[in-house]
Every structure is written in C-alpha cells, then in structure tokens.
C-alpha cells in the first residue's frame, strides 16, 4: 500500500489523505517531510495490526485560513468579484497572527483581546467590516459563533457633495477636457462602476436617456470584470440627459464603440481633483458626484421617489440618509430666514400698540 504524495493547501500545509480497512485518515503539517513520515507511521501501525480503525474520529478544526478558503470557494457561483475581492484583502492584511492557527485552538474568551489587537492597526470601519467576515467564516467552519465583542465607535462619515452653486461652477470647468462625459454621468447619479460598464455602442446619438444596465467592478486580481447585474434591482434604469454640457459632450466625444470611460477610474479621479482644486471647492470624487446629484434633487424640491429612481437607490432609508447630510446648506438659508423672522417681531412696538 503506497502512501499518496503530499500536496500543498493554500494554507501552506502539506495534506495527505488515506484510506485504511475502509477509514478515511487526514494528516497535515507545515513540514512536507512531517507529513510524509507521519503518514507512513500510521499506515505501518496498520499492517501491523496495532492500528484499530477509529470509530467517528473527530474531524480536524481547519485553520482560519483554511476556512477563509472554503467559505469563498462554496460561493464563488454568487458571490460578486468585488466581493471575493474584498475578502481576499481581508485575509492577506487582517488577523495575520491568526490566520495560520486552528480554529479550535481559539478560545470563546480569546477573541475580544484579538480583536483589541487588530484595532490598533486598521480603522473602525475597516474592523468592523473585517470581523464581520471573519465571525462567519468561523461559524460556518466551526458550528458555532464567536461570542460578541466589542468594537471602536464608528464615526459619522463626511460624504463630500457640491451645494448647488458650486455644481454651476464644476460643470462649466470641466466639460470642455476629455474627462467630461463621465464627470457628468457621475454627477447624473451614476456610480463608478456603471460607467465602467458603459459602451458608446448602446448610447444613441442625442439621447434623452441613457439606459444603465450591468457594472463593471475589479475582481480578486484587479482585473476589471462586467457583471450583468448592478448592485442592486432598481440600479438599472433610464438617467434622463438634463445636463446640456453633458449633452453637448457626447456629441463631441463620441465613438461608434468601445466603453465611455477609455482611462482608468484613477485617471478620471485625479481629474476632478484638479478641477476642484482649482475652483476651491471640495475634493468630492467620483462618487461624490452622485451625492452632488441628490443635493441638487434637495435643493430643487424633486420628489424623492423620483430622485430615487433617477439614482437607483434601493430604499427611503439611504436617500434619507443622503438627505439628512446634505440639507445643511438649505437649513442655514432657512435659518437665517426665521432669524430674521424673529429679529421683526423682537422689535420695540409703536407706543399706539402698547395697552
């Protein structure tokens, strides 16, 4: 009976599988040459006769890492690529010191002092998201879940938007350079990777609306790969041209095929960096042109459902999120109105209105 050869995991040990009277043995070690001397042991015990067969041997705990592995390979038929992508970030940067250890060698009570450790290398948002991911892949792996633990307050994030005045003044600086069709997509409430996914193939010549339909996003390798779907069911939709700079711009720029956006997002974020840089405004992004799009929808009074279809958010809920944020230059204008309001009426009265 031949001992099989070992082969590597991903985790970075060395596996052999054998098949003893009917049981199934695993043994693994970091040392190729362990693992084969090992394995040649039991089987030698076996034909000895002083290997019994075990009656439902306990399966090995896989290590984290080993469990990340198995957690994306079941779903690598649905999970998204910028999803797989960002697990995969995970496991190469976060919990290093436990990637490698079994997961039944972590006590309930050993993860909150883990996760203190990890804080103290990446920020909240990144935690969270981190231990999120990796709390599942333990319960899947294990059976059970690790306890709650307690993680660092989340901030309110600040989601830079142009006010309505500023818009004018963006528009009119870059829609004669080359970045400006996807600009002012951007500010029409598409998201990065729907420009992406944009081809000059399937927007007609003056086009009242431009159908957004599929996403294009970077897998695991960074290889930009088209998704079908966008994120999610109200994304793909009919964006009215309400810009005439935009208008004016595809006219100008356009191609019988081929995508929209022909640079990388990088290049078109450094452009509206520049932009904003110089016309003193504030460095908004790419998607802080989609957020400048719900600021004006706000400022004009749009119904919000129609707002919300425009930019294909899913629920109330984000769109009041979005509003709640951006309201506060439309709050310090009502402000100044009822201050006004109150300065009047705080006003000495004519001695004729005095009883």
């Known amino acids: 009976m031949k001992v ?38 039991i089987k030698a015990e076996y034909l000895a006769g002083k290997r019994q067969k075990q009656k439902n041997p306990a399966p090995e705990s896989p290590a984290l890492t080993e469990a990340v592995d198995r957690y994306i390979a079941q779903r690598s038929n ?32 050993d993860w909150q002092g883990i996760v203190n450790q990890e804080a103290a290398r990446c920020g909240p948002k990144t935690l969270k998201n981190a231990w999120g991911f990796i709390r599942s892949v333990a319960e899947e792996a294990t059976g059970s879940y690790p306890p709650e633990v307690k993680l660092p307050a989340l901030a309110p994030p600040e989601k830079p938007f142009l006010a309505p005045e500023q818009i004018r003044l963006f528009v009119s600086a870059i829609a004669q350079t080359k970045y400006a069709v996807p600009a002012l997509l951007a500010l029409s409430s598409l998201r990065a990777s729907e420009i992406q996914a944009l081809d000059w193939s399937n927007i007609p010549p003056n086009p009242a609306f431009i159908r957004v339909s599929g996403a294009a996003v970077p897998d695991e390798r960074h290889k930009m790969t088209r998704k079908a779907q966008n994120k999610n069911a109200s994304s793909a939709r009919n964006v009215p041209v309400m810009i005439p700079e935009l208008a004016a711009a595809l006219e100008r720029d356009r191609q019988p ?12 974020r450094r452009a509206i960096q ?3 840089q110089a016309n003193s405004l504030p460095n908004i992004g790419i998607h802080g042109l989609r957020h400048s799009f719900a600021s004006l929808a706000y400022h004009l009074q749009m119904p919000e459902k129609i707002a919300m279809e ?8 984000t769109m ?36």
């Open 78 to 109: 649905t999970l998204s690529p910028a999803t797989i992508r960002g697990y995969r970030t995970i496991q190469r940067n976060r919990f290093q010191e436990q990637m490698s250890r079994r997961l039944d060698q972590i006590a309930p009570e």
């Open 320 to 355: 009041h999120k979005i509003y709640t944020h951006i309201a506060k230059a439309d709050i310090a204008r009502y402000q100044t109105a009822m201050m006004k309001f109150y300065a009047a009426s705080s006003a000495p009265l004519p001695p004729e209105k005095i009883r």
């Open 257 to 268: 095929s081929g995508p929209v956006l022909r640079y990388g997002q990088g290049s078109l």
């Open 274 to 276: 520049k932009v904003c």
């Open 4 to 41: 099989p050869e070992p082969r590597k995991l991903s985790s970075g040990k060395w596996f052999i599988q054998l098949r003893l009277g009917g049981e199934s043995v695993s043994i693994s070690d970091y040392s190729k040459k362990e693992c084969l001397r090992q394995a040649q042991l």
């Open 310 to 317: 425009i930019g294909g958010w899913a629920d109330a809920s």
